[in-house]
C-alpha cells in the first residue's frame, strides 16, 4: 500500500465518524492544554520575579567595617574615606557612600540653641554620625532643604552639619536659609541642610551628619563603619564580590558583606513551584486522554472487523492493516496536541495580558506540544492496532457485521 494511500485511508477513517473523533480528541486537547498552560503561566510568572523583586533590595549592597584592633590605630584604618572612589569605579556601581558611627556619638544631646533655660525643650538625644559626600544618593533620598556638604567642606573642615528630617522636626528648624545652628559636647554647627525621603538606613532621619574630616577632629569619628553601594539591577552580586578588594586590597575577608539573594535562583523556585503544583494534572489529563483514545480505536477496530478481513483477504498484509488503525490513531492525538497547544498558548497569553505581565512563550514547547499529542496517540493505539492486525481474513469475514 502506497503512504499517500494509507494516510487517506486513516483520514478517512477519522472522518467517518467526525463527533466521536472529536470527543475521543477533547481528552488530549485537554492534557496538551493543560501542560502548555502550566509551562507557560510557570515561565511567565518566574519572568516576573525580577521586575516585581523590590528593586531597593535587590540592587542594596552593604559593606561593613569592623572596629580596628587596640593598638591598630597607628596602622591607619582598615577602609580609608576615599576608599569609596574605587567602588564607585567598579561596573555596574550607580552610588556610594560612606558612614562612620560609634557607641559614644549614638545617643548624643543636641540642642538647638545655646541658652540654657528652666524648662526648654529644644534638646534632643540624636545619632551623630560621620559621612561622606554621597551619602543622600547612597540612601536614595533627597535634600528636603538647603544642600548637602561637598568635598570643599570637607577639605576645610568646616563645621557644618545636615540634619535627617525627623531630627530637624525634632529640633524645630524647617529653614537653613538663616543659617541656624546645633549645639552638642560644647561644640556649634551650622545647618546647611534637611536630609528627607532616605529609603536605606532610615536610622539617619535622627541623626545628625558630620563632614568625614570634621567629625574625626571633633568626635574622634575616624573610621569607616558602613558603606553603601546601590547597583544597577542584576549587578548586586558581582559589585558584592569585587566591593571588599577594592575597599581593603589584602584585607576583604575582614569585611562583612550583606548582598540580595541571586534573582535568577528565586525565579527558577518559582517556575519549579508552580509546574510542581499544575504538571500532575497535565499528566493525568494526557492518561486520560491516551485511554480515551485507546479505547475508542478498539471499539472501532470491533465495529470494522469485516472491512479488516476484505482488506486481509485483498492481500493487505498485518503490518499494513496495524499501521492504518496506529495512524488513525496518532491523527487524532496530533489533532488534540495541535488544538491544545493553540489553546493553551492563547490562555498563558489572556493571563499575561490580564496581570499587565509580558507572556514568556518557549517556541519548542509550541512545537513539541503537538507531537506529543501524536505520541500519545501511538502508544494508545498499540494494542487495537495489533488486535487488527492478528485478525485470521477467513474469521474476520465470518464475523458478524
Do not use: C
Not at 263 to 288: H, I, P, Q, T
Not at 307 to 315: N, Q, S, V
Amino acid at each position: 500500500m502506497d503512504p499517500r494511500d494509507l494516510w487517506a485511508e486513516a483520514l478517512a477513517g477519522v472522518l467517518a465518524r467526525p463527533v466521536r473523533s472529536a470527543l475521543t480528541t477533547l481528552g488530549t486537547v485537554l492534557g496538551i492544554t493543560t501542560l502548555v498552560i502550566t509551562i507557560g503561566v510557570a515561565a511567565t510568572a518566574g519572568n516576573q520575579i525580577v521586575g516585581r523583586f523590590d528593586a531597593l533590595t535587590a540592587t542594596s549592597v552593604t559593606v561593613k567595617v569592623p572596629a580596628p584592633a587596640p593598638g591598630s590605630e597607628d596602622s591607619g584604618p582598615l577602609v580609608p574615606w576615599s576608599g569609596t572612589e574605587a567602588v564607585g569605579r567598579l561596573a555596574g556601581v550607580e552610588s556610594v557612600a560612606a558612614l562612620g558611627d560609634s557607641p559614644a556619638t549614638n545617643s548624643v544631646r543636641v540642642r538647638s540653641n545655646d541658652v540654657n533655660a528652666p524648662g526648654d525643650t529644644s534638646g534632643q538625644t540624636l545619632a551623630v554620625l560621620a559621612a561622606s559626600e554621597g551619602v543622600p544618593a547612597g540612601v536614595r533620598g533627597r535634600m528636603t532643604a538647603g544642600r548637602f556638604f561637598d568635598a570643599g567642606n570637607v577639605a576645610r573642615h568646616d563645621q557644618v552639619a545636615v540634619l535627617g528630617d525627623q531630627a530637624a522636626k525634632l529640633l524645630g528648624i524647617s529653614r537653613v536659609e538663616d543659617s541656624p545652628a546645633v549645639f552638642f559636647k560644647g561644640q556649634s554647627y551650622t545647618v546647611i541642610g534637611v536630609l528627607g525621603g532616605m529609603k536605606r538606613e532610615q536610622r539617619l532621619s535622627t541623626a545628625v551628619l558630620l563632614p568625614s574630616t570634621t567629625a574625626g577632629d571633633r568626635l574622634g569619628l575616624r573610621n569607616v563603619t558602613h558603606v553603601l553601594i546601590n547597583t544597577a539591577l542584576g549587578a548586586a552580586q558581582q559589585v558584592a564580590r569585587q566591593a571588599p578588594i577594592a575597599l581593603a586590597p589584602g584585607h576583604q575577608d575582614s569585611l562583612n558583606v550583606s548582598a540580595p539573594a541571586d534573582l535568577s535562583k528565586a525565579r527558577d523556585n518559582v517556575e519549579s513551584d508552580v509546574n510542581g503544583l499544575f504538571l500532575v494534572l497535565g499528566l493525568v489529563s494526557l492518561v486520560v486522554g491516551a485511554i480515551g483514545i485507546a479505547n475508542v480505536t478498539l471499539v472501532t477496530v470491533m465495529e470494522r472487523v469485516g472491512e479488516i478481513g476484505l482488506r486481509r483477504a485483498l492481500g493487505a498484509s498485518r503490518r499494513q492493516v496495524a499501521g492504518q488503525f496506529l495512524l488513525e490513531s496518532t491523527t487524532i492525538g496530533l489533532l488534540g496536541g495541535v488544538v491544545g497547544a493553540a489553546l493553551g498558548i492563547a490562555v498563558v497569553v489572556a493571563v499575561a495580558v490580564t496581570k499587565e505581565w509580558t507572556p514568556v512563550l518557549d517556541l519548542t514547547l509550541a512545537f513539541g506540544a503537538p507531537l506529543a499529542g501524536a505520541l500519545v496517540g501511538l502508544i494508545a493505539g498499540l494494542y487495537p492496532s495489533l488486535r487488527a492486525a492478528r485478525m485470521e481474513p477467513v474469521d474476520a469475514l465470518r464475523a458478524p457485521s
